[in-house]
């Protein structure tokens, strides 16, 4: 760790925030031997988790008691912790509460920089970032740091502010009183429908006299679109009151306005599902919760990122880069653009594998370190217990679910397949597009529309694996970039994809099948 740096110095990778995807990016990068610098304003890391969530429970699982004894499996149900070879900081020893304090993460991530003596210079306030060159100019308080290669690890910077006439009146997630006896008797709205709306809510809901959340999208329950971001079951009291008749509601509806009056607030909404109905509400209290957005006044004209459509975070290539500055990469919660609402890149248990594969881009391209990979026989019996051995028992997978994907790239003349590990699926088919005989393989869930998700009808047969609804493994075949062969296994309730009649036989039929194909339309070209 290092206290104070000359005027200037340069550094082939430099990472803006030792928040906990810029401590895993710094870990691993030090574990490689790279030269790397991590730059970080706050006096220790994890400054995000010092203040949010307000309420101070995270909605991670912590999972601390598993079925299974191996710490790759046990990953699957640690939310919390960074991936570490050997696991000498597991977060379980911070913590057994299934739903744990954010105390116990700013503890876990000021230990984590710590034990490992991650080079992070702390009380670093980055002032601007310029392109110089080929590289990047990090000006700070103490001289300018050059970089051959930036990731932005800062995380959400500013208030996530809606258009509204009158926004200025509503009370921030960010700065509004967490004692829930300031609301008590009050009629009060809350604007928005996600986590940190319903976490308000949850908190006031015996003290308020009216809550009303609202925003103009119907509300999004993880448990229907499996996403972790998505408000989760344990704020169900908050839907239980609205369904009996407490008056507490989740509106629908667009805030077209909001007007002081006297000590209170004058609401003017339409209803989004109403036929156009409007309504003018009064509240004591109106409390904004809609979220966070990346702060780009960091960045100087020639080098700031194009930011997605919602404006709220950078829009990004298939290997995490800028999709418009070279070299520019992100890392953490922001860099989520490629599976919004999918998999948990927004989430330590998503971002962290994710970053174990940039640290292997990275190198690859600035230390000509090649992408690594296993070999595997070009033979059906080979190929299916390479895939049943990894979906079995890898965590990435699992959690990056319909995200990360195994890539096997298969070289019919030599009879050999490289088997490459975590790869994004859509960088992994842009980077073996050329190629007449790829297979990605990962885990999906169903996607069906379904009209109650806890009575599903289900089809235990592996010809219908396809309507599996639950998390299973799915082969897909590439040819020159094109998909033109799907296999879906069937689900199973353990999440043990081993037996016979179900998994392995399929499994072997389908590469038996196409690498015979394969094969006879080689001798037919």
Known sequence: MTDSAPAEVRHRYVIVGAGPAGLQLSYYLQQAGADYLTLERAPEPAEFFRHFPRHRKLISLNKVHSVSTDPEIRLRWDWNSLLQDPAELPFADYSREYFPHADDMVRYLGDFGRHHKLNVRYDTDVRRVDQAGDGFAVHTADGVVHADCLVVATGWGRPNIPDVKGIEHAVGYEAMSTDPADYADQRVLILGKGNSAFETASALLGHAAMIHLASPRPLRLAWNTKHPGDVRGHHGAVLDSYQFKTLHSVLDCVIDEIRPVGDRFEVSLTYTHADGETAVME???????????????????????????????????????????????????????????????????????????????????????????????????????????????????????????????????????????????????????????????????????????????????????????????????????????????????????????????????????????????????
């Open 283 to 525: 509240y004591e209290s109106v409390l904004r919760c809609t979220g966070f957005a990346m702060d780009t006044s960091l960045f100087g004209d020639g080098c700031r990122p194009r930011m997605t459509p919602n404006g709220r975070m950078p829009a990004t290539r298939p290997d995490w880069q800028s999709l418009d500055v070279d070299g520019l990469y992100f890392a953490g919660t922001l860099a989520q653009d490629r599976d919004f609402k999918k998999a948990s890149s927004a989430f330590i248990d998503g971002f962290r594998y994710n970053l174990r594969t940039l640290t292997q881009l990275l190198r690859e391209r600035y230390e000509q370190v090649p992408l690594p990979y296993d070999e595997v026989d070009a033979d059906a019996g080979s190929l299916t217990a390479a895939v049943l051995d990894r979906v079995n028992w890898s965590s990435a997978l699992w959690t990056q679910f319909e995200f990360l994907t195994d890539a096997l790239v298969v070289d019919e003349a030599s009879g050999r397949v490289r088997h490459y590990h975590d790869l994004p699926e859509d960088y992994a088919v842009a980077r073996f597009g050329d190629q007449p005989h790829l297979y990605t393989f990962g885990l999906r869930w169903g996607r069906d529309e379904y009209a109650d998700v806890f009575a599903i009808e289900r089809h235990p047969q592996p010809d219908r694996a396809a309507e599996s609804a639950f998390i299973h493994p799915v082969v897909r075949r590439y040819r020159h970039g094109e998909l033109v062969q799907e296999l879906h296994l069937l689900e199973d309730l353990l999440a043990e994809w081993r037996r016979e009649d179900r998994h392995v036989r399929p499994l072997h039929e389908f590469f038996a099948q196409d690498l015979a194909g394969s094969a006879v339309d080689e001798h037919l070209r």
